[in-house]
Every structure is written in structure tokens, then in C-alpha cells.
């Protein structure tokens, strides 16, 4: 069992910058691959990021490649998601889920643990 919870969200300019933390329980949280979704009104959930377990590989959602960064702590059971750059477009609840090696890392039904989501505002 794991249980995450995200912080660090808030209201941001376009073109700045914002830094997610999501804490993970247990002692199985260098076990798990670590991704990032969000979800804007209306909208279905959709892949932002992944890290796998050792941070050996990273992957990016073409929308937010070259902006935003991924990486994790073991150490401190967390993962980060480094926001730079930021679009009204990127304003969404940013959820981090934890999953083991599937072929589709984008899809949702590939994690099995869910944070509560914590919401990102970017205003123009």
C-alpha cells in the first residue's frame, strides 16, 4: 500500500515557474515507477510525465517537453515535477500516481495508487 499526496501547486503567471512535490508512505516507494497527470475541467486525465524506479528513464507528454523536468528521491520517498515556462494551457488538477512496468505508461489504468491532486493555475 502507498499512499501519496501532491503539494505545491498555487496561481502563477505565463512564463513562470512552479515546483510539485508528491510524498509517498511506505518503504515500497523505490519499487514503484512514478508519474505525473493532469485533468482540466471538462477534460479527461491525461499523461504528463514518468520516472521509473531507479530514475534511469524519463518520458514526456509532447506538450510539456523541454519545460517541465521529472526526477525523484528515494531517499525521501518523493517525486518532483519541476514546472517551467508555463502556459494558461497547463492549468489543471496535477495528480501523481505510482505504477509498475507496463507497456502503456500513459494510460491512467496503468497506476495503481493515486494522490488527491493539487490544482495549477497559470493566468495570462
Known amino acids: 500500500q502507498v499512499q501519496l499526496v501532491e503539494s505545491g501547486g498555487g496561481l502563477v503567471q505565463a512564463g513562470g515557474s512552479l515546483r510539485l512535490s508528491c510524498a509517498a508512505s511506505?518503504?515500497?516507494?523505490?519499487?514503484?515507477?512514478m508519474g505525473w497527470f493532469r485533468q482540466a475541467p471538462g477534460k479527461e486525465r491525461e499523461f504528463v510525465t514518468r520516472i521509473t524506479r531507479g530514475s534511469g528513464s524519463t518520458y514526456y507528454a509532447d506538450s510539456v517537453k523541454d519545460r517541465f523536468t521529472i526526477s525523484r528521491d528515494n531517499a525521501k520517498n518523493t517525486v518532483y515535477l519541476q514546472m517551467n515556462s508555463l502556459k494558461p494551457e497547463d492549468t489543471a488538477v496535477y495528480y501523481c500516481?505510482?505504477?509498475?512496468?507496463?507497456?502503456?505508461?500513459?494510460?491512467?489504468?496503468?497506476?495503481?495508487?493515486w494522490g488527491q491532486g493539487t490544482q495549477v493555475t497559470v493566468s495570462s
Open positions: 511506505g518503504r515500497t516507494f523505490s519499487s514503484y515507477a
Open positions: 500516481a505510482a505504477g509498475g512496468a507496463v507497456a502503456d505508461i500513459r494510460s491512467p489504468l496503468s497506476y495503481t495508487y
